[in-house]
Every structure is written in C-alpha cells, then in structure tokens.
C-alpha cells in the first residue's frame, strides 16, 4: 500500500480486494466506514476522528479504505482532500478531546530519542500527533471513473489526483483471464483438452459479452458492465452447477440402469424358475409319503408309552408322600436348631475376635480377678480338665482351684482352635448340668460384667453360654433327628424303585422322540419343499408382474438412460453455455440473449467441446414440474422470462430485476405467498426493522420500486457478508449484527424502464432484464380475451392446466418411486414382495394418471384450438402495448403500465358490439381496441407525438402482418448508412443527399435498378422533385405501378423529404382509417369519468400551456369549486404543506391540484408513496389529486403509469385548432353562442377570432419566418377576446372594430409580443379577420384558394361541421406565406418524425468512430493551424489613426481588438485541449465542454460568448472567422475596401455608425437628423471607387423572398429556393425629411436566421441590426406577413 493511492476502476475490477490483501501483507490496521441509513456528517467526523487517534496513538500503521459509493454527501470528500494534503482535518477536533490526544502524545513522546522529542507544549503535541498521522495512516481511495461524477471531483479537490499515486484498474488482459480460469478449474474433473477448452470459452465469453455490451449501449442505450468480478462469477457458477449436474444425470442414470438391470434379471430367472418347479414337484410326493408312515408306527408307540407313564406316576405319588413325611420333620429340628445357631455362631464370632496376645495377657495373670476365674472354670469343666487342690486363704480349708490348671490349658497353642472344634453335639451331662446349674445363673456370670475384669474372658463367657444353650436345644431335637433318619430312609428306598420305573419310561419316550424328530424331518422337509414350489410360483408371478407392469418401461428408460449418458458427456459445454448465461446475460434482452447463447455454442462446437446439438438454458438447469408450478404462479410462459426465473435460482447472488411491467413483481408475490412474503420498499420508515426480523427467521422479502441507487445499508446483505459468532451465523446490518437464516431469500425490482447501474450496484446483484417478451403478453391476453369471450372455456383449461401439472408432478413422484424402489432393493427383486406390489400399485396408479393425459390432453387441445381463433387479437393487442411502450424513449411522461393496458383491453371486450361469428367478432374488437387505445394514448401526448404514434402503431401492425419489409422500413427512417457515392449526380436540379440516397436506395431488391432510372428519365423526376403536392404525381415509368403505398414513401424520402408528413397520413389514412390522423380534443370530463379516487389525474405541461382556468370550470360543473378544490403549487418547503392538504382530502372527499411538481424533484418520492397508500376503501370516493408537470425523468413512473395522463396543447393543425376553440368555454356554450345582440356579426367575427387564434399559433410551426419569437398564445387570450367581442357588440349598434382590435391585437394577444417586429405581424393578421368585409361581403375569403371563410350565418353544430370539412393539411397560403415556408417546416417536422422513431427503435450500430482523443488532437491542430497571428492593433492605429473626417479607422481598430480577443480565446483553448489530452494540465470542465462540442461539429459555448452570433457548424464557422479576419487583414493591408462585407464586422452597428458619423462630419450636419436611403445597385455597377457619400455593401441574403433584379424590387421567391443573394446596396445617409417618398418595405437585417435576440450592454440587439427602405411593388403588409428579411449569413 502506497502512502496514499487513488484505485481507478470500475466496480468489481479487484480495487478493495486487492487493498485488503496488501494491508494485510505489510500488516497494516484496515479500516472502513460502515454507511447506515442515518449516516451524516456528525457520523462521518466521528470515524474520521476515531480512525485518526487509532492511527497516531498506536504504533502499527493503519489503512483506510474509502469508496466512492460511500460519499453520502460531497463535503466528505472535502474532509479527505485535506487529510490527503495536510495530514488533518481542521478543526474536527473540539478542545476536550485535543487535550486526550495531548496527553497520548506526550506519553509515547517521553519513551522516544531525547533529539526526537517535542518541546511539550500543546502545539507541538498536536503537531506531533498530525506528523504521526501523516506517516501511519495510509489513505486508500477507490474511484469508478463511470460518469462525469470522478472529473468533477478531482476538479473541485485536487489532491486526489496530486497527493495521490494513481492506480488504474484495466480491464483484465487474455493472460490474466486465463490463469485464473486454470487454477479454479485444476480439481473440476475434466481431461486436459476439455479443460483448455473451457478456459478458452471463458475468455471468449469475457470478451464477447463486453463487446456486446459497447453494442448494446449503442444500439438500444442500454448500460451493462463486464467486469473481473462477472468473469469469477461464471467460474464459480460452472464449478458449482456442472458438479450439481454431474451428480444429478449421474444419479438418473443409475437408476435407469439398475431398474433395466433388475428387470433384465427378472427375465433371465423365468425360465430357470420354470424347471426348478418341474423338479420339485416329484420329490414332494415322496416326503408326504414318508411322513404319513412314520405317523402310524408314532401313534402305535404313543400307547405302551401312555401304560407306562401311569405307574410311574402312581409310584410317584407315595414317593412324593414320604418326602414330605422327612420334610416335616427336618423343618421342626430346623426350627429349634433356629434358636440356638446364632448364640453359638456370635460366641464363635467373638472367639475370633481374641488374639493370642489377648490370651497370653490373661494366662500371665498372677492374680486374676473373679470374673476371669470364674470364666477358666467353666472352660476347664467343659474340657473335662480337673482342678488342683489349695488351701483357702480365708478358712485355710482345701478348695478346688482352676486357674492354674486354666494357665496350662491357655498355654495350648491350638486353645483357641480347640474351642472352636468343640464336639457341642456330644457334652456329656453331668457336665453340661454343672455348667447350666453353677455357672449359667451366676450372677456375675454374664459377658457385660466380664468385660470389665478382662476383653478376652468376656468372649470365653460367652462362647461357654452358646454351648450350654445349644446343648440344651439340642437334646429337644435330637429325638426328632432319629425319626427323621428314618424318614429319609424309607424315602430313599421309594426313590429308587421310582428311578427304576423312570429308566423304563425314559427309554420308551426315547425312542418315541426318535420317530417324532424323523417325522419333524420329513415333515420340515415336505414344507420345505412346499415353500420352494410356492416361492418358485409366486416368484414366476411376481416376474410376469414385474416385466408385464415394467416390461413397457425398458425401451424409453433404455432410451432414458443412453440419452442421460449423452447428456452427461455434453454437460461440460451446457452447463458452461449456461453459466455464462447466468454470470453474463441477464441484463440482456431476449434477442439479444439468444443472438449470443447462439455465437457461444458455436465457438463451442468449433473447438469440439462436447454441448447438445439442441442446448436449451431451460433443458440443462430448468426442471418442467417446477417451470409448470412457476407459471401457475403467473410467470409467463415464453421462454426469456422462464430462463430468467431459472437465473434466480441457480445464481449465487440475489436478483434485482427491471421489471417495468410488473411481471416479476406478481410472479414473485405468487410464488412466495405461502412462504409469508414480506414486501417493502426503501421509502418505508421501518423496512430496515422488517428486513432484520426476515433475515432472522429465514421469510423471504421482496424489495420493490428500487431506483439507480441502493441503500448501502444493503451491502452486507447484497455480498451475503455473514460470519460465525458464538456457533450461530451472523450478519452485521447496519449497527447491529442479527442471526442469519439459511432459508433466507431476497428479491429486488425496479420500475425503470431502462435504468443505469453502475457496476458498484451490480457486481453484487443478479441483474436481469425481466421486460415482458411478445409471445408471453400473446399468452396472457389470450388467456384474458377468452376469459371473458368464453368463461367456461378458459376456466375449464386453467382447471386442465392445474390437473395437467398435478398429475406430471405424481408421474414423476411415482417414477422416481419406482426406480428408487429397483435401486434400493438388495438381492433378487423377485424375492421381495412388497417391492413387487409397490411397483405394481404404483405402476397401476400411473397408467390411471398417464390415461387422464391422455383424456385432458385431448381435451386440452381441443381447447387450444377453439382459443387460437382468438390469437389474432391477441397478437394485434400485443404489437399496440410494445408500442406504446416504446414512446417512453420519445418523452420519459409517455409510460404506461401492462395493468392499465390490460384493463382498457378488457373494458374493450366488455364494451364493444358482440357478435356470434368469431370471425366478425375479432374484426370488431379488434378495430375497437385499437381506436379506444389510440384516443386513451393521444390525450396523453403532445402533439408533435401524435401523428407519430399513428405511424409507429400502422407501421407495427403492417410489420406484424408481414406487409413490411425491415431493410426498408429502415431506410425511410435513416437514408441508409454508406460512404462516398461512386455514381455522379447526374443533374443540378437534384441536391446531393438526394442523389446519395437514390444510390443507396437502388441496393434494396425492391428498388434494383431505381439509380439507373432516375438518371435516364429527367423530365418525369423533375417534375416530381418541383410539385407542390408530389403524393399527385405519379412515379414515373414503372415504378408507380411496381412499389406498393409504402415503398413510394421510401422514394420520396429520398427525393422530397420535406413532403413525408403528407404521405404518412394517407399511409396511416389507407391502412387503419381517418380517425388515426384527426387526434381527439382536449375532453376533460372523459378523463375525469376514466379516474378514480385512487387515480391520480396528470396535466402534462408544454410551454405556454395552462389547464387551471378549465380545471377551475370543470370542478365548479361537477360542484368542487370553492372550499372544496385546494391548490399549491410545489417548490421548496411547501412538501409538508401538501402532505397536510391531501390527508385532509382523502378524509372529506375534495379535490387537490399539486401543480408544478416537476420543481419538487425532491418530494416526489413522498409523493409517490402517498399515491401507492391510497387505497379505495379509506380513500373518500369523491376524493381527486390532480397534478401538473413539465416533462422530467424524475417524476415517479408508477404514478406515469396508473395514472390518466393529459395534454393541454393547442392542437396540431389550423383544423383541429379550430375545432378545439368550438369546443372550448364559452363558445360551446349553446347560451352564450346565441345570446348576443348581433347575432350574424358575433357570429361572423367569432369564427374571425377563432381563425386568427388558429393562424397565430400555427405561425409558430414556421420559426423565424412565422415569429421572431415563439410566443405562448394560449386559450385564456381567446377566452377574453371572446368575451370582450360579445359584450362590445351588445352593448353598441355599431361594430366597434377599433376597439375590440386594440384590446385584441393590442392587449390580449399583443400584450405577450415584445419584438417590434412581430407586433407589425400580429396587427396585420388581425387586419385580415377583425373588418367590416367578413361581416357584409358573403364572397370575403381568408386565403387566395378560396377554401377558407366565415360561413354564413347558422347554428353551432353548423360551424362545427363547416370546420370539419377543411383539409388536415394547411397550405401556407392561408397565413399569407409562400409555399417555400413550408420546406423548413416540413424538413423539420420530418427529421423530428424520424428521429424520434428511432429513439424507439434504438439508435443503430454505425462503424466505429476511431480514436476520440487523437480525433479531437487532429481536429484542434487543424483549426490552430488555420487560425492567423493576432491582429497587431498599435501598429493598425498607427497606419490608420483616429480621424475627424475618417471614422471607418475607428471601426477597423475596434474590429481588430473584438476579434484578436475571439481568435486568443479559440486558440487559447485549442492548444490547451492539446495539452490536457496529453496530461500536461487538467482538463477542466471548460476544456471538457470545447472537446464536447469539436466532436460534436458544434462551436464551444467558450468560444460563443466571445464570439458574434453564429448558427453554422463548427467546420463553416471556422472558414466564416478566418473570411472574416482576412477580410480586415485586406483592409490594413489595401486600406478602406471600396465595398464593406457587411457581413464581416463583429459589431455592424459600429460600421452602420460609422458612415452616419463621416456624412454628419463632412456636410457638419447633426448626426441624430440623419437616416439612410438605400438603393440596390445593379450587377455590372462600378466598384473601383467608394461612392461619393455613404458606402456600398454586400454579403446579405434575402430570406421570405426574392430580389427581382429586372424591376429592382421584391418578388415571390422561386420554389424550393429557400434564400436568395442580396445585390450590392449603396447605404446613402441623408437628412430624414429629405429622403424621397416610394414604395417600399421596412425590411429588418438580422445577423443570423435565428432573428431573436437580447438586448446587449450597448443597448443595441445581438441579433438585429437596421431597418433597411427597400423597394417593394406590393403593400408593405403583404411582405410583414410573408417573413421577409435580409441575414448576415447563413446557417451552412
């Protein structure tokens, strides 16, 4: 990353990925501002300054990446050109936070070098922190050089480009698109030729849709962008959908060739099965055999073995009785045993817990206690061990005495074993007595008292105790002990006789167990073979199921799979075909598309990359069961809009379709319905709430009416930006960061007809053309027209239709059924039963389903035949709509949506004339159609437009028909495209482009020898080319005869083309009828009755044109006057007061009129959102918005569309002009027309004024020659005049002429005219209306052809019809002008027909205009080149100084400065175009307007505001300056010309002056007394000196007329001669009195033809220049009204 770079590019051409990856490489901090909805200045200073702290604070260098589609407001840019040039932003940081930075700064200040750092003072901390800036943050910017947006900003801040590195980002070069298309393609599986193939189509497809894309700008004017970004997306999209594809045939193919494999299986098992069956049938018979004789010899054994068991059981039973007997009583010893067991098992238990330490403790006693004595006396009894003898200490008698005896027992190593082994069982009882009768009740014998003398005596104590209680339990059992010895024995004895008798019964059972396994043997056996006969049977069953239900299948799946294995080997080429179609041509429309999909498989096919012979987007991607569903959901059916649904789906970005007609809009809210389709719009206050709460729970949302511009809030969604954050996938919008739905889905539409996305917008988006196609509005208004022509029909077919879908989709649900049943079965198939019945009710379930195809095929058909006699309807209706939408290209007013089309469609089937015969019934709605559209259509024109809308609607039905060839059709509008004619004119009397165009037009099959004809036969061409009316003449030869009524027209747009308009109206006349070229009046009270409450109505505004008065009129008729019609005119502020208005409105039910909204560009969208809010059940039904705008691309389009639409236009032609006025308050008025005092002479006089209203207006069509300036009569100078003639003639007897003409002329009309000129004019005409002849003279004509005159006196309708009868053409006699006016007004109404024709056609290719910067270097060269040195003005007033008696040295000096101050500037500016072409100073936006005009062949406006008035071309222009500058360089060098070029002075009047000055000088006669006399001097005059007085000049053209040079006045000019070369005039100055009384005409002189002017600072106009007296044998207002004046020069 550069210190600071500017990346130029387009968007997507890498400019931000290829910043991240360089600060990422030189590990710089990035950082960028994220632009919210709300993002303003305040946010913008606050990341700036966040950015600028991070950046000085840290020691890690910082980048900051800014777009150019993040400058929200241009003071951004400010803020950066500042930053680029000083390092800060002034003043960004207030005092607290200047302070923080301070005291950051002088922290890491103290840890550098002690020679590094600062002072410490505030400044030099700040300083230090912007030195800081300055070298770690590093300023990346990325520009889109598209528009004129990038040169005026690097105008206004010029450190983008000073403080910058400039990096422009070219498109990328063949070697580039190549590696990358190898290394994303290295793991595609693909074989090393196909690989290098497909790179190679890659390329192709880059290069070839950019070319289209320069092709399709200049044809149709339509913008798409190539950029590296599309080129990844059709890798990636290849990648993904041949991988998609490849699994998908793959996976049909296998189940193809496994349910062929299972049923080919099934076939080969038959026959096996069969013979297998045969086999097993015998060895049946001897198992059921075997089996019967084993059961007889069974049932013999079963009886012995019955016998036996039965003793057995008899002696079981006194076993069993016995046993119980010895049971008994072993249970009552166990009893009493129960008692004494545990004593003695605790005794023993304590026994064990003693140790022999314990027991030596107690033997090494001397003198034991008691207790323990005790104890060892009771062992020793028990052991049978005797006492010793001792004296007793107390009497001294001899006593028994154990212990010791006890001392040697405890002695015995084994003591404590011996107790524990002690015979309990056998204590003899004179012992056990002593024990129970001594011991036992000794008190002091028991173990707790023990346990105090001794631990180990108290276990001995015990153990003595269990003994004697176990003794004495013991001899209680030991009686029952005997018995039950005896007992057991008996028992044993019972046992073993029983065992014996077992043995026996054992044995027995055996060997009957032996015949019952033989027998379950065979009898297993006999199933077995049982199962395999009934196996092998159903298996033959199931196979002739199988192959019967299937067996019909094998052929087309056979078919199926070999055509999937094709298919699989073509996806490489399809698929790619396709992704290009999906990464490239969305934008594109249809014809387009198809033209490149077409030139793309053939270069496939040239480098033998495998693709279908019949490759079809919509065979590759598309899927018929969900195409079908698609269409039910209202997506037309022609294939264009189904390739673009299947676009949306198979792209990995979201669409934003131009969808102008709505179709995508519907098709999307039907498909997504049941999904809970959100639809918003940018204008809604919360749509960024409902656009999070979407995402969140994964509802689709639908962006509808989007402009040029997206939010770029939208961006993270748009790039589909999300990330991981605590294990859920997020996205961040704005400020907040969401959970991201996969089931998410996102959709955008616009409006705009043809809008222009630059590439920032659509790299991120699918773009795609959804315009309507021809044959999907054909299905539609089909589908509409037998709708309401026969209901039952189309409802019987959308029925078939739905079915027909439900059942393909089961077909194919069961079919996949099927297959994924033979695929998924294991084994043999025969063998599974439920296999075999699925496939066989499914199989039957689908010939049920395949035969009501059948049926509703049939009836379908039958249907579709009965719907295609209404075709033709359709097919008319929909040529009409893509007319009408083509005239958005002529006016961006002219649009009209398919919703209003169709609905006028249908009120017209619903309103015109029923008629059994389809046939007669299709010519009647047809011709009903097509007038009530064109009257629909044409109040909404202007009427320039309206014959040109008949023309286009008759030439596009005559196209549709077949009746129109396209190459000629395209030479009437263009004259055909070539070079240098080959061929010499061969006549004077022909113009060049006529004869250019003949040659070309001999080219066309129609015309093959045209050229050849025309230059061998004069006479008969000439005296077409010099007719007046040339659709009278015949062509002549054979070609009259030869070319059909639209090909003469091609002929006469060669030859005449001033003279089309006539032969177009006839053309339109013959082929759709007279009503076609007589436009509807203006009929408000129609199109108030075609509004509704939630139907806006739109006054379309033309200068001059004002509908309120009538709108006034109109709302007090229908009782709206007063408080009940609000009206504001729109502007700055008054947006809250209009919504304020219409809230009111809608509520009560009154009308508004919002007029100017074209000033309002900025409320627009308010209103908009308004008109889309208003809906008829809370909108009062009384309720109107009227709204008045002057043509504007910025007025909402759905308004244009749903809304009625009118001109308020003065009508096109004297006819109509009239007809308006008739119809117009208060003529129209039965009351006022008949209530006048005068009624003959109000009559008479009104229809004057109505003709006078007419002429003055339609005076405009001639320009210059009609008017001086075009003024804006309109129908309130009528209005007035009207009233003021009627309330004059009743209120005198008299005709009170004087007054009504002054207040008429004068005022009401006058009153507009400022230019002296054409108040002479307006006066003249009036003359010709407002006098006594049109009231007393019955024979009193308007024009010299008699056709036109007051009729006589009548009633209104008679007047109305009289009108009616005048031709749709005038002549230029009625407004006494010459036929030639009519030529510049013919040429330019024709060149503005075809023009705006062509708007709608496109503008057609052309060859290339070569290299525009060396163009524009050659052609400036050239001109500088031609351009001589400045004149030398000191040395000129030097040589000709200033002179009493010599005034023209005066003028010619001041000539020289004017000029050198013209010639600097224009050469000033050439060379420093030069220099800003090469780079070596910037191309300011004054440079860039004088490039502009050089190649436009136009003079710069730099050049004109220093310049004199010039209309000519650039070319002509130069040649007049340098005639000019030669013509005073001739003049200092031959001094004062005897003849002046008049022409040739930059200022005339300084000349004029001049001469006035040396007459006044030389005869000292006051030069304010003196005027000019002029006389025109014959050809062969004298000019070798100057006249004695005044001064002879020349350079003038005649213009309206014609010099006469033989009788020296005046006269009609020559027909077809448009001007005429001025003779020399001697200017004579002579006192005013003194100039002689003749007739003449107050001639005007004007520098150029444009005539009009401004009165400049000299007080003089720059355009008109003198009056000149000229000779005239006609009355002077015979020449007013005629135009006539004499120009400087000409506009060539």
């Avoid at 002479?1320 to 006594?1332: P, Q, S």
């Avoid at 000149?1668 to 006539?1684: A, C, I, Q, T």
């Amino acid at each position: 990353v550069s210190t600071q770079s500017t990346g130029v590019g387009v968007g997507g051409s890498g400019r931000q990925s290829l910043t991240r990856l360089a600060a990422y490489m030189a590990d710089y901090v990035l950082f960028q501002v994220e632009i919210g909805k709300g993002y303003t200045s305040f946010e913008w200073r606050e990341d700036l300054k966040r950015i600028l702290r991070k950046s000085a604070e840290s020691e890690t260098h910082s980048c900051f990446l800014f777009t150019d589609t993040q400058i929200k407001e241009e003071n951004f840019l400010e803020d950066i050109n500042n930053l680029l040039n000083a390092g800060e932003v002034p003043n960004i940081f207030p005092q607290d936070e200047k302070q923080e930075i301070q005291d950051a700064m002088r922290k890491i200040d103290k840890t550098r070098d002690k020679s590094k750092q600062t002072d410490g003072t505030p400044l030099g901390l700040f300083n230090m922190f912007i030195d800081r800036v300055r070298d770690q943050l590093h300023i990346v910017l990325a520009m889109s050089p598209i528009g004129g947006a990038f040169r005026t900003r690097l105008r206004k801040f010029p450190s983008l480009v000073n403080c910058c590195t400039i990096d422009w980002f070219q498109a990328w070069p063949e070697d580039a698109l190549e590696i990358v298309a190898q290394r994303f393609l290295e793991d595609v599986e693909l074989s090393d030729e196909h690989r290098n193939g497909v790179v190679e189509i890659c390329k192709n497809f880059h290069e070839s849709t950019r070319m289209l894309s320069e092709k399709f700008q200049r044809e149709v004017n339509r913008h798409n962008y190539v950029t590296p970004t599309s080129y990844l997306e059709l890798i990636y999209t290849y990648k993904n959908l041949l991988g998609k594809c490849r699994d998908k045939v793959a996976y049909q193919k296998k189940r193809y060739t496994v349910g062929l494999e299972k049923l080919d299986s099934a076939r080969s098992q038959v026959s096996q099965m069969q013979s297998d069956l045969q086999a097993l049938q015998p060895q049946l018979v001897v198992a059921s055999k075997e089996v019967d004789e084993i059961m007889v010899v069974i049932e013999r054994d079963s009886i012995e073995v019955a016998k036996t068991e039965k003793i057995v059981k008899a002696e079981e039973v006194v076993a069993n009785e016995q046993a119980a007997v010895a049971k008994g009583i072993k249970d009552e010893c166990d009893a009493d045993l129960a008692e004494a067991i545990p004593i003695l098992e605790s005794a023993l238990a304590a026994l064990n817990t003693l140790t022999p330490s314990d027991i030596t403790i107690v033997k090494s006693m001397k003198s034991p206690p008691p207790g323990v004595r005790l104890v060892m006396e009771s062992i020793c009894i028990l052991k049978g061990i005797k006492p010793e003898r001792v004296n007793d200490p107390a009497t001294g008698k001899k006593m028994d005495d154990f212990w010791k005896p006890s001392q040697k027992v405890l002695g015995d190593m084994k003591f404590l074993q011996s107790l524990r082994e002690y015979d309990k069982d056998n204590v003899s009882p004179p012992i056990i007595k002593k024990i129970r009768n001594t011991y036992i009740p000794n008190p002091e014998f028991v173990p707790e008292k023990i346990r105090q003398a001794s631990n180990a005596a108290e276990g001995l104590c015990k153990w003595v105790r269990a003994i004697e209680a176990y003794d004495r339990v013991a001899k209680v059992v030991a009686p029952k002990k005997a018995a039950l010895a005896i007992a057991e024995s008996k028992f044993a004895e019972a046992q073993k006789s029983l065992n014996a008798k077992r043995a026996m019964l054992k044995e027995v059972q055996d060997k009957l167990q032996m015949l019952r396994d033989k027998f379950e043997e065979n009898t297993k056996k006999k199933e077995d073979l049982e199962v395999q006969v009934d196996m092998c049977t159903k298996k033959l069953n199931r196979a002739e199921k199988l192959i019967g239900g299937l067996g019909g299948e094998q052929d087309r799946w056979q078919t199926a799979a070999t055509e999937l294995a094709s298919q699989y080997i073509n996806l490489t080429g399809d698929v790619l075909v396709s992704s290009g179609v999906v990464a490239y041509l969305g934008a594109f429309t249809s014809v387009y598309r198809e033209a490149q999909v077409q030139d793309w498989l053939k270069a496939c096919k040239e480098i033998n990359l495998p693709c279908d012979a019949d490759f079809s987007v919509i065979t590759t991607l598309g899927d018929p069961v969900k195409i079908r569903s698609w269409n039910i959901f209202a997506l037309p059916t022609d294939n264009f809009s189904v390739e673009n649904a299947i676009v949306i789906t198979n792209s990995r970005r979201w669409p934003l379709m131009i969808d102008p007609q709505g179709q995508a809009n519907k098709w999307i809210k039907n498909m997504e319905k049941s999904s809970n389709l959100h639809t918003i719009k940018l204008t809604d206050a919360d749509y960024v709430r409902t656009l999070e709460n979407c995402i969140q729970f994964g509802t689709p949302v639908l962006l509808e009416d989007v402009g040029e511009d997206l939010d770029p809030l939208l961006e993270p969604i748009l790039l589909k930006q999300t990330f991981k954050q605590g294990g859920a996938i997020c996205i961040r919008l704005g400020d907040a960061t969401i959970e991201y739905s996969r089931d998410f889905r996102f959709y955008i539409t616009t409006k705009l007809r043809n809008p222009h996305y630059l590439p920032e917008t659509s790299v991120k988006v699918t773009l795609l053309n959804f315009m309507i196609t021809p044959e999907g509005l054909e299905d539609q208004l089909l589908g509409i027209v037998v709708a309401r022509e026969k209901p039952e029909l189309e409802e019987e077919r959308n029925e078939l239709i739905i079915q027909s879908a439900n059942n393909q989709k089961q077909l194919k649900e069961i079919e996949d059924k099927i297959l994924e049943v033979l695929s998924s079965s294991e084994g043999n198939i025969l063998e599974d039963e439920t296999a075999i019945q699925v496939l066989s009710s499914s199989k039957v379930l689908a010939n049920e389903i395949s035969e009501k195809q059948e049926i509703a095929a049939v009836t379908e058909k039958k249907i579709n035949e009965t719907r295609q006699e209404y075709l033709p309807i359709a097919v008319h209706s929909s040529v009409l709509f893509f007319t009408i939408s083509d005239l958005a290209a002529i006016d961006p007013m002219y649009q009209y949506s398919l919703p209003w089309y169709i609905n006028l469609f249908i009120s017209a089937i619903d309103n015109s004339e029923p008629n059994d015969d389809i046939s007669k019934r299709l010519v009647i709605l047809t011709d009903y159609f097509t007038e009530l559209l064109y009257r629909n259509i044409c109040r909404s024109l202007f009427e320039k437009d309206k014959l040109l809308f008949s023309f286009l609607m008759c030439c596009n039905i005559m196209k549709n028909k077949g009746n129109m060839n396209d190459e000629e059709w395209r030479f009437l509008l263009t004259g055909g495209v070539g070079l240098d004619n080959p061929h010499k004119n061969p006549y004077t009397w022909m113009p060049i482009k006529a004869w250019d165009e003949i040659t070309r037009l001999s080219d066309l099959k129609a015309f093959e020898g045209m050229r050849q004809h025309v230059a061998a036969h004069e006479e008969g061409w000439k005296k077409l080319y010099d007719s007046t009316d040339p659709m009278e003449v015949p062509l002549p030869g054979k070609w009259d005869d030869d070319l059909s009524e639209f090909q003469k027209m091609v002929m006469i747009r060669c030859l005449r083309p001033d003279k089309i308009t006539p032969f177009v109206q006839s053309y339109v006349k013959n082929n759709l009828g007279p009503v076609y070229i007589e436009p509807p009046p203006f009929d408000l009270p129609g199109s108030y009755s075609d509004s509704s409450n939630v139907t806006p109505l739109i006054f379309v505004l033309s200068p001059g044109a004002d509908p309120m008065v009538a709108l006034m009129k109109f709302a007090e008729d229908q009782g709206f006057g007063g408080s009940k019609l609000s009206s504001l005119s729109l502007g700055q502020g008054q947006g809250p007061i209009a919504v304020k208005m219409l809230e009111n409105a809608v509520k009560q039910g009154t009308w508004v009129v919002l007029q100017n909204c074209h000033l309002s560009v900025s409320w627009m969208p308010t209103l908009e959102k308004i008109c889309a809010d208003l809906l008829p059940d809370s909108t009062h039904s009384d309720f109107r918005l009227w709204l008045t705008s002057y043509p504007s691309p910025d007025f909402p389009v759905p308004i244009l569309q749903n809304g009625v639409k009118m001109t308020n236009e003065p009508p096109k032609g004297l006819k109509m002009n009239l007809i308006r006025s008739y119809l117009a308050d208060p003529i129209c008025d039965s009351e006022f027309f008949n209530s006048c005092k005068q009624p003959q002479a109000f009559k008479k006089l009104l229809f004057g004024l109505c003709f006078f209203h007419a002429t003055v207006q339609e005076r405009r069509q001639f320009g210059p020659l009609g008017w001086n300036i075009p003024y804006e009569f309109n129908e309130t100078d009528l209005r007035i005049s009207v009233q003021q003639l009627h309330m004059f003639l009743n209120q005198y007897e008299e005709l009170p002429l004087d007054a009504v003409s002054y207040l008429t002329g004068e005022c009401n009309y006058g009153g507009r005219v400022t230019d002296s000129h054409d108040r002479r004019v307006i006066i003249g005409i009036l003359e010709k209306f407002y006098n006594h002849d049109i009231v007393n003279d019955p024979g009193y004509k308007f024009s010299e052809s008699g056709k036109y005159y007051a009729p006589k006196d009548g009633d209104y309708d008679s007047y109305l019809e009289y009108i009616k009868s005048l031709p749709i053409l005038t002549k230029p006699e009625v407004f006494n002008m010459h036929s030639n006016a009519d030529i510049t007004k013919d040429q330019k109404e024709t060149n503005q027909l075809f023009d705006s024709i062509l708007l709608t056609e496109g503008t057609g290719g052309g060859g290339g205009a070569g290299d525009k910067d060396e163009m524009l270097y050659e052609v400036s060269g050239g001109i500088i080149s031609k351009l001589p040195k400045n004149f030398d003005t000191e040395a000129a007033l030097r040589k000709y100084p200033t002179a009493y008696k010599q005034s023209m040295n005066t003028v010619l000096v001041q000539e020289m400065g004017r000029f050198n101050v013209l010639t600097e500037c224009v050469r000033s500016s050439l060379i420093n175009l030069q220099k800003a072409i090469k780079g070596l100073v910037v191309m300011s936006q004054e440079l860039e307007d004088v490039a502009a005009a050089v190649m436009n062949g136009k003079i710069p406006e730099l050049w004109m505001s220093r310049s004199y008035p010039s209309l000519k071309p650039l070319g002509s222009y130069v040649n007049d300056l340098i005639q000019r500058l030669n013509f005073l360089q001739d003049w200092y060098d031959d001094g004062v010309p005897n003849v002046f070029w008049v022409s040739g002075f930059y200022f005339t009047q300084a000349f004029i002056t001049g001469v006035k000055q040396n007459y006044a000088r030389k005869y000292t006669i006051p030069i304010d007394t003196l005027a000019f006399d002029y006389d025109v001097m014959a050809e062969d005059c004298d000019t070798s000196k100057p006249p004695e007085d005044g001064a002879y000049v020349n350079g003038l053209f005649v213009d309206g007329a014609r010099w006469d040079r033989e009788k020296n006045v005046f006269a009609e000019s020559i027909p077809k001669v448009l001007f005429d070369t001025m003779p020399m005039i001697l200017m004579k100055p002579m006192k005013k009195l003194e100039i002689p009384e003749r007739p003449i005409y107050w001639c005007p002189v004007y520098k150029t033809s444009e005539r009009r002017g401004v009165l400049s600072t000299t007080g003089h106009s720059t355009n008109f220049v003198i009056d000149m007296r000229l000779s005239s044998d006609k009355p002077e207002m015979h020449w007013v009204l005629r135009g006539l004046a004499l120009m400087c020069q000409l506009d060539d």
